[in-house]
Nanobody, 119 residues
Framework: QVQLVESGGRLAQPGGSLRLSCAASGFTFGSYHMNWVRQAPGKGLEWVSGIYSDGSDTYYADSVKGRFTISRDNAKNTLYLQMNSLRAEDTALYYC????????????WGQGTQVTVSS
């Protein structure tokens, strides 16, 4: 069964850093593009970042560009999101999501990990 388990979320201070991880199982991880998506309190889902199946290309929302870095270790079936220069508006539940074979859609995602940025 496909499973995505996020971890690493916690309380962090503005300007601080945090690294999120997503452990994947139940599918050939290295064959799929992966994404990070977040949902802030009272807000809808916001796409944050994406990475090509072999890690050769990465994409970022304007709101996180230059601050966040997505990466993956296909040998470990793990997706990462390095978050630097955190802002209060980064507070959200962060999900990793598997891209559908059809393209720009998610067919599976995890339970999420909470990131709270506050002083």
């Amino acid at each position: 069964q496909v499973q995505l388990v996020e971890s690493g979320g916690r309380l962090a201070q503005p300007g601080g850093s945090l690294r999120l991880s997503c452990a994947a199982s139940g599918f050939t991880f290295g064959s799929y593009h992966m994404n990070w998506v977040r949902q802030a309190p009272g807000k809808g889902l916001e796409w944050v970042s994406g990475i090509y199946s072999d890690g050769s290309d990465t994409y970022y929302a304007d709101s996180v560009k230059g601050r966040f870095t997505i990466s993956r270790d296909n040998a470990k079936n793990t997706l990462y999101l390095q978050m630097n220069s955190l802002r209060a508006e980064d507070t959200a539940l962060y999900y990793c999501a598997k891209e559908s074979p059809r393209g720009a859609a998610y067919d599976y995602w995890g339970q999420g990990t909470q990131v709270t940025v506050s002083s």
